[in-house]
C-alpha cells in the first residue's frame, strides 16, 4: 500500500543552516517512527511559507545516509493571511503495510499547532 506520512516544523529564522537542521531532523523522526527504509520511498515534497527563501530544505536528504536516490522537491506553501509563519510542511510518499492509523505524523516546534486533534490521540 502507498501511504502518505506528514510532517511539519517551523524555523525562527530565514537561516540556511537552520532550514536545513529543522528539516533533517523532522525527515529523521518521520523516519525512525514510522520505520522507513529509503527504498520505500516514492517521493517526498516539502513546502515552506513565504517568509523562508534562505535555502532548498531539501538540502537536508541528501545529509543522511542512504537517501542520494530519494526524489524530493521543493515549492511554496499558499500563503495564507494569518497562517503559522517560517513553516516547513512535508508529504512523503512511502510504500508499507501499515495501516492509515499507523502512520505516525510528525509536528515539531509551532507546527504542533496544525494537527492538535493528533496529539489528542497519542
Same mark, same amino acid.
Not at 500500500?1 to 529523521?28: H, L, P, Y
Not at 509551532?110 to 497519542?122: F, G
Given at each position: 500500500? /502507498?501511504?502518505? /506520512?506528514? *510532517?511539519?516544523?517551523?524555523?525562527? &529564522? &530565514? ?14 523522526a518521520?523516519?525512525?517512527? &514510522?520505520?522507513?527504509? #529509503? ?13 523562508? &527563501?534562505?535555502?532548498? #530544505? ?19 506553501? /499558499?500563503?495564507?493571511? *494569518? ?22 505524523h ?9 494537527? #492538535? ?6
Open positions: 500500500m /502507498i501511504r502518505g /506520512i506528514r *510532517g511539519a516544523t517551523t524555523v525562527k &529564522n &530565514n537561516d540556511a543552516d537552520e532550514m536545513v537542521q529543522a528539516t533533517k531532523e523532522m525527515i529523521e518521520m523516519a525512525r517512527v &514510522n520505520e522507513i527504509d #529509503p527504498e520505500t520511498i516514492a517521493s517526498v515534497m516539502i513546502s515552506v511559507t513565504s517568509d523562508l &527563501n534562505a535555502t532548498f #530544505p531539501a538540502k537536508a536528504l541528501r545529509l543522511i545516509d542512504g537517501w542520494k536516490y530519494v526524489p524530493v522537491m521543493c515549492m511554496p506553501e /499558499i500563503d495564507v493571511p *494569518g497562517s503559522l509563519p517560517k513553516c516547513i510542511r512535508v508529504m512523503m510518499t512511502v510504500n508499507t503495510t501499515k495501516s492509515q492509523k499507523e502512520i505516525e510528525i509536528y515539531l516546534n509551532d507546527a504542533v499547532k496544525l494537527r #492538535p486533534d493528533l496529539l489528542e490521540e497519542q
